[in-house]
């Protein structure tokens, strides 16, 4: 496995531990300093520990931690996920979104999956069925509950997804009023994560697009709308 900071070490050229443990003997100094924390003053790993680090075998300890977040600028869940899943958050605050072949083979998963979506979306005629509905509330309950947890650009296609097929089901005029009432909620639900996702990728104007409303919902609440679908 690849990690986020075994990336960043081989683009600093530090693979060498004699070029490694230097600099982080460094930058501990500087957080001692920093934080008034004497202890960090004179940490250094020893080479077995660091390349145990490199090769994602063993996780640093509670100080060392604090150095490498410091240092690097990202969060120690970050810096130990595998670079093809990582979400690079720059110190300036927006994300510069990594791929790999792994993340590419997903999202080719991901878009077939999409397309025998919108196929079944297609399929029922009339009313809109129960089965439809349900897997779209199963979606809203996955993504609401893996937003604060993984990467984003893991999940941001599947947000946008869901986003649009609510508001198709919504515009398409074959919901029972009990389901058109559950669409909203979803809806509104989808737009708030959205608007928070193109936040964090630095896209204000479409974050603040996303924070508007749909028309006949409600104002959103400055936290996420609690989740409460229900097939009916």
């Not at 900071?5 to 300093?33: G, K, N, S, T």
């Not at 083979?105 to 979506?117: D, E, K, L, Y």
């Not at 999940?155 to 609510?166: K, N, P, R």
């Not at 896209?203 to 996303?210: R, T």
């Amino acid at each position: 496995m690849t990690t986020l900071f075994r990336r960043l070490i081989d683009e600093q050229e530090l693979r060498d531990p004699r070029a490694f443990l230097p600099r982080f003997r460094e930058q501990a100094r500087l957080l001692a300093e920093r934080d008034g924390d004497v202890r960090l003053a004179t940490l250094e790993p020893a080479v077995s520990t660091f390349e145990a680090w490199y090769y994602g075998q063993r996780l640093p300890n509670r100080d060392a931690r604090r150095v490498l977040v410091a240092w690097f600028g990202h969060s120690m869940e970050r810096l130990w996920a595998p670079v093809g899943e990582a979400a690079v958050a720059s110190r300036g605050g927006a994300l510069d979104l990594e791929g790999a072949d792994l993340h590419e083979m997903r999202r080719g998963a991901a878009m077939a999956a999409r397309r025998a979506r919108d196929f079944a979306l297609g399929a029922e005629q009339g009313q809109l069925g129960d089965e439809t509905l349900g897997n779209l509330q199963d979606e809203v309950r996955r993504i609401t509950e893996q937003y604060p947890r993984v990467p984003l650009p893991t999940l941001f296609d599947d947000l946008a997804a869901a986003q649009g097929d609510a508001l198709r089901l919504i515009e398409g005029g074959r919901a029972r009023p009990s389901q058109m009432r559950q669409l909203h909620v979803m809806a509104t639900l989808l737009s708030w994560h959205m608007a928070k996702a193109c936040h964090d990728l630095g896209d204000e104007s479409s974050a603040m697009m996303h924070a508007a409303p749909p028309a006949s919902v409600p104002s959103r609440p400055s936290t996420p709308p609690s989740v409460r679908l229900s097939t009916g």
